[in-house]
């Protein structure tokens, strides 16, 4: 069975930049869809990006693009968001998730595909 537990999060300054981990066991990320949501004190939680199998496709959500990268290392079994130039706003708990499905593609609007969740790890953007 399926389990992610992300790490790297912490204190960061704006304008800093910070990685995410999401280290998988259980089972081979290969197969799997991974996606980065986040949770700031008093939001719903939004999506940020995905990743597909091959690691050819990915998405961003608008506040982060072109300052977020996602990516997977298939020999360590891991996702990874590169976090720079990091504002106040990208507060919040950031938690990696899983979809069992085969895809070129991948979309972040719909949670509840997501059927495997990690713990979470806090990220606060502050001076």
């Known amino acids: 069975q399926l389990q992610l537990v992300e790490s790297g999060g912490g204190l960061v300054q704006p304008g800093g930049s910070l990685r995410l981990s999401c280290a998988a066991s259980g089972a081979s990320l290969e197969k799997y869809v991974i996606a980065w949501f986040r949770q700031a004190p008093g939001k719903e939680r939004e999506g940020v990006s995905c990743?597909?199998?091959?690691?050819?496709?990915?998405t961003y959500s608008d506040s982060v693009k072109g300052r977020f990268t996602i990516s997977r290392d298939a020999a360590k079994n891991a996702v990874y968001l590169q976090m720079n130039t990091v504002e106040s706003e990208d507060t919040g708990v950031y938690y990696c998730?899983?979809?069992?499905?085969?895809?070129?593609?991948?979309?972040?609007?719909?949670?509840?595909?997501?059927?495997?969740w990690g713990q979470g790890t806090q990220v606060t953007v502050s001076s």
């Open positions: 998730a899983a979809d069992e499905v085969i895809s070129d593609a991948c979309g972040i609007n719909w949670q509840l595909m997501y059927e495997t």
């Open positions: 990743i597909s199998n091959s690691g050819a496709s990915t």
